[in-house]
C-alpha cells in the first residue's frame, strides 16, 4: 500500500472507535467528547489529504480511486449510524444515504466485471461536503448537550432544549435534509456516468 492508501485506511480503523466512544455511556461524556472530536477531524482531513499525497508522489492508481470513495462511505455511514442511534440524524435520511452507497456499490462492480474503474464524481465530492457539515453540525449539537447537562443517555430530542441547542437542531435537521437531496442528485450523476462507461 502507498502512503495515501494507509492515510485512507486509518478512516476504516478509526470510524468503529467513533461509534464506540459516542454509544459507550460508561466513558465520562468529557474527554469522550475530545476524543470524537479528534477522530471526526480526523476522518474528514484525512479524505483530503490522501488525494493530495496521491497526486503529489504520482501514486494515483485504480485501487487508490475505488479504496478512498469506500472508506469515505465505510467513516461517514459509521458516524451517521452512530448519530441516528442517539435520535439527531433522521432515520429516514439514513436509509437514502444507504440506498444510495450500495446502488453505487453495485455499478461500480458491474463496471469491474469490464475492468472499468469509476472514480469520484463532482456530484459526489459535493454531497461529501454536505455530508460532514450534517456530521459536523451533529456534533457541534452533541457537544452543545453534554456540557449544558443534557441527558444523552437515550434518544436526544431536537425540540425543546432552548436557545443555542433548538438553533443547532434546526440547521442540523437542515443540513440532513440538504444531505438527501445531494445524495439523490449524486445518484443520478452516478447512473449517467455509469451508462457512459458501460457502453
Do not use: H
Amino acid at each position: 500500500m502507498t502512503v495515501a492508501d494507509k492515510i485512507t485506511l486509518s478512516r476504516i480503523i478509526v470510524a468503529p472507535f467513533f461509534f464506540f466512544v459516542l454509544k459507550a455511556q460508561f466513558i465520562p461524556r468529557q474527554p469522550a467528547i475530545v476524543a470524537l472530536w479528534i477522530m471526526f477531524c480526523w476522518m474528514e482531513v484525512s479524505d483530503l489529504i490522501d488525494g493530495k499525497i496521491a497526486r503529489a508522489n504520482d501514486q494515483v492508481t485504480p485501487f487508490g480511486k475505488l479504496f478512498d470513495p469506500f472508506a469515505d462511505v465505510i467513516s461517514r455511514v459509521t458516524y451517521f449510524v452512530a448519530f441516528t442511534s442517539i435520535g439527531i440524524m433522521p432515520l429516514w435520511v439514513l436509509l437514502v444515504v444507504l440506498y444510495r452507497e450500495f446502488g453505487i456499490l453495485f455499478l461500480r462492480m458491474l463496471l469491474g466485471l469490464k475492468g472499468i474503474t469509476m472514480g469520484a464524481r463532482t456530484g459526489g465530492k459535493l454531497k461529501a461536503g454536505i455530508y460532514m457539515v450534517a456530521g459536523l453540525f451533529s456534533l457541534i449539537l452533541y457537544t452543545v448537550l453534554v456540557y449544558g447537562g443534557a441527558d444523552v443517555s437515550g434518544p436526544i430530542s431536537l425540540s425543546g432544549a432552548g436557545g443555542l441547542a433548538d438553533a443547532l437542531g434546526l440547521l442540523t435537521r437542515i443540513a440532513y435534509i440538504l444531505a438527501a437531496v445531494a445524495t439523490i442528485v449524486s445518484f443520478i450523476d452516478y447512473l449517467f456516468q455509469f451508462r457512459k462507461l458501460y457502453r
